[in-house]
């Protein structure tokens, strides 16, 4: 029992990096119905920028908050340039630039910072949480600022104006234009506040892995795997998802032999196509009924 | 609301096809023909005129060429998407590399077990991907892709796969493809011993390039490749006319797969080598390019694309290195932009234009 408490534990720990990361992928889903597949190495991108910044000598309180915002204005650029043309295109074309920046994005990290190794350092200090020996201090502060992110987000959208008109752009556009909302302006925030999202789950990670351009790849996929588990619809959700998939993972790894180590992966693989297939609209989501 | 209408609408203007079911039987002689005529005839001369390695990087575009026809059977003809098919690539890779090693078989009589085993794969990943429509499921595929490299290195099936290190083909003819008796490449091609390998698995990957593409322009233009379109142009219609739709994705998810798997069979004779790591998420992502690049719907494009994704990385590191991916990414962009139906898109208004004037 004792053990299966550790493992619990430490999975919610791990959680933690995933629901940052799926908080960043359910933005850009409300944005504009699509999955981002660049979302990974444009969070790896954010995460390399506040190295350069770390380099450069300037503090962490000051690096953490400029890296979020230069991600946001970078988000919201890249949806002005690259996607407001194709607004209306089809799934397939959405499909096929999302594969282009990815690459773009992760060619560039690799000419402008190389594919060396590097470490970024953490905002809390060393050690373990409360003498804990499963969950680090930096581990029980990420998963603090995910909560602060989730919270931060919550009254955005409920308490602020703006937060509204996304909103109404993201429920329905047509109706959201006729009362005046500039839903395509709507859009690009989204996308900025998905790439700021990134961004701090970037650079919080980041101190656990190590940051090189192809640092964010898998963690995108467990990303992905939380947001469809706890509902591509919902926030809360896809935070709740990105813990459980970091338990699952601990768990699967500890009680089923041959997985454990070697098919973290698949798993992610098997929850996503699971839930998919039995649960389309995840834990917390709201069912999408089409119409005809 | 009208927005059903226009999705199927923008879907149905996404994906061009360029086989008119209602157009009459094209002549013998025509411009299309003559081209695919004049291709394969360049691509017999082909190993006359260049070196080795040369003919080794042709046998990889025309490799590239027929996994790329099998993604645009499944995306192009049947409206599916798939960012997964480099793993039923691997599939196809190992179980060459496999039978070849373990089995003693030559490398041509593993392509038919490699379209098999992918088929199967295929057909049973067709199971789930029925319920997933668009974008969910390019993510299913998706993580497909990234998961293949750690499934191919599982210790269970390191007996199998050979684990990280992966497996040497052809130990037994000291790594070069035994080349058989009957054929006179040597002689033919003037080239030794070591190269004849080379320039025979060019031949093979020509023929087999060249029955993938007599195969599946005879499945499109067929009943079933009749009710796959019906599909990916309004499937509620479709099924309303009675077309099992269940039925015609899942053959559409196992064909598609066996065509890759067999290109991923010759791509195991050719490098000679299959390991994990050569399998990873980008494998997928360039057939993906090569699809968009060749003409998404249009087969012929596949040598097209499979040109650009073998001959474009190798020009874009001469210029910067590095900075093939960046290059990938931003022709891909443009290309959407500027040619969404692909350099086949322009071709084929070229041509229709040649034609017009003609008449």
């Known amino acids: 029992m004792e053990l299966f408490l550790q493992q619990v534990i430490a999975g919610i720990a791990t959680g933690g990096i995933y629901a940052c990361m799926a908080l960043a992928v359910v933005m850009i889903y409300q944005a504009i119905h699509h999955l981002n597949f660049a979302q990974g190495e444009m969070a790896t991108f954010s995460t390399f920028i506040a190295w350069t910044l770390l380099a450069y000598g300037l503090p962490y309180l000051a690096v953490f908050p400029l890296a979020i915002a230069i991600s946001f204005v970078g988000g919201f650029a890249v949806e002005r340039i690259v996607f407001k043309p194709i607004e209306h295109a089809p799934v397939l074309t959405h499909i096929v630039v999302f594969i282009a920046l990815y690459s773009i994005f992760n060619s560039a990290m690799g000419f402008i910072w190389d594919f ?5 350092p953490s905002p809390f200090p060393p050690g373990q949480f409360f003498g804990s020996n499963l969950i680090s201090n930096h581990q029980a502060g990420m ?34 234009r006729l009362v005046g909302i500039r839903t395509s302006f709507m859009t690009a925030l989204g996308w900025g506040m998905a790439s700021a999202i990134g961004a701090v789950a970037g650079i919080l990670i980041a101190p656990l892995v190590f940051l090189e351009p192809n640092m964010m790849l898998t963690i995108l996929l467990y990303g992905f795997a939380g947001a469809v588990l706890g509902g591509l619809t919902s926030p809360p ?56 | 609301m009208a927005t059903t209408d226009d999705a199927s609408l ?17 002549p013998l002689l025509s411009i299309g023909n003559a081209g695919l005529a004049l291709t394969l005839a360049a691509l017999l001369a082909l190993p006359f005129f260049t070196e080795g390695f040369f003919v080794f990087q042709m046998t990889k575009v025309l490799t590239y060429a027929v996994a790329i026809m099998g993604l645009n059977l499944l995306t192009g003809f049947n409206g599916q998407f798939s960012l997964g098919h480099g793993a039923f690539f691997a599939v196809g890779a190992y179980t060459t590399a496999i039978l070849v090693e373990m089995a003693g078989f030559g490398f041509i009589a593993t392509l038919p077990f490699a379209a098999l085993i992918c088929f199967g794969f295929g057909f049973l990943f067709g199971f789930p991907a029925l319920r997933l429509e668009g974008i969910y499921l390019a993510l299913a595929t998706f993580a497909l892709a990234v998961a293949t490299p750690q499934i191919l290195k599982l210790s269970p099936l390191e007996g199998l796969t050979g684990g990280v290190q992966g497996i040497y083909l052809f130990s037994e003819t000291f790594g070069e493809p035994p080349v058989p008796s009957w054929a006179p490449v040597q002689s033919i091609f003037g080239v030794d011993e070591f190269d004849a390998g080379t320039y025979w698995v060019y031949l093979v990957t020509v023929a087999v390039l060249v029955l993938t593409y007599w195969i599946l322009t005879n499945l499109v233009g067929s009943r079933t490749g009749r009710a796959m379109m019906a599909i990916r142009d309004n499937p509620i219609a479709a099924r309303s006319m009675g077309v099992n739709a269940a039925f015609y994705k899942t053959i559409a998810f196992g064909v598609s797969a066996a065509v890759v798997g067999v290109a991923g069979g010759i791509g195991a004779a050719s490098t000679k080598f299959v390991a994990p790591d050569s399998f990873t998420f980008f494998v997928s992502v360039s057939f993906l390019v090569g699809l968009v690049v060749g003409g998404v719907g249009w087969l012929p494009g596949a040598l097209i694309g499979g040109a650009f994704i073998v001959f474009v990385p190798n020009y874009a590191e001469e210029v910067s290195k590095g900075l093939s991916g960046a290059f990938f990414g931003i ?29």
Not at chain 1, 152 to 175: E, H, K, Q, V, W
Not at chain 2, 344 to 358: E, F, K, V, Y
Request: no cysteine; proline share 4%; net charge positive.
């Open chain 2, 331 to 359: 022709f891909l962009i443009l290309m959407i932009y500027l040619a969404p139906n692909g350099v086949g898109g322009l071709i084929r208004a070229a041509a229709d234009r040649i034609r017009r004037r003609s008449e």
């Open chain 1, 237 to 292: 959700g896809a935070v709740l998802g990105g813990f459980i998939v970091g338990v699952v993972e601990n768990l699967a790894g500890t009680y089923i032999p041959v997985i454990g180590g070697e098919l973290k992966l698949t798993i992610a693989l098997a929850l996503i196509v699971g839930v998919l297939v039995f649960k389309p609209a995840g834990l917390l989501g709201r069912r999408i009924v089409q119409r005809v």
């Open chain 1, 116 to 120: 060396s190794i590097k470490t970024v």
């Open chain 1, 143 to 176: 998963v603090g600022i995910t909560f602060v992110v989730l919270v931060l987000l919550f009254m955005f959208f409920a308490y602020t104006r703006i937060g509204l008109a996304m909103r109404a752009a993201a429920a329905n556009p047509d109706s959201a």
């Open chain 2, 10 to 26: 923008a879907k149905r203007a996404s994906l061009p096809a360029s086989v008119d079911v209602a157009e009459p039987r094209t």
